[in-house]
């Protein structure tokens, strides 16, 4: 939580000696998540039904760290927007 806090620069949950309470972004950034999450489950569902095999894992990782516009500042994927891959 607190990573995710450094990153937006922004207080997602307000810590006292009695708990924590969600702020009013809380629910948003967990909305967001939810979603992300929808998908994942999407594209598992969408692979086992291409391979006729149960895909359990699927691995996806962008770091904190990666700047908000990261995709145009790295050449391997500038001008990819809306494109599709190739395999």
């Known amino acids: 939580m607190s990573a995710l806090e450094r990153e937006f620069d922004h207080q997602l949950v307000i810590r006292s000696s009695t708990g924590v309470q969600a702020r009013d ?3 948003t950034l967990l909305g967001e998540c939810r979603a992300v ?12 039904a291409r391979t006729g095999e149960s895909v359990t ?3 996806i990782g962008i770091p ?3 700047p908000a516009d990261g995709a145009t500042r790295r050449p391997a994927v500038r001008g990819t927007q809306g494109a599709e891959p190739r395999w």
């Open 25 to 27: 972004t809380g629910p």
């Open 37 to 48: 999450l929808a998908r994942y489950d999407q594209a598992l569902a969408v692979m086992t």
């Open 57 to 59: 894992t699927l691995r």
């Open 64 to 66: 904190l760290e990666l």
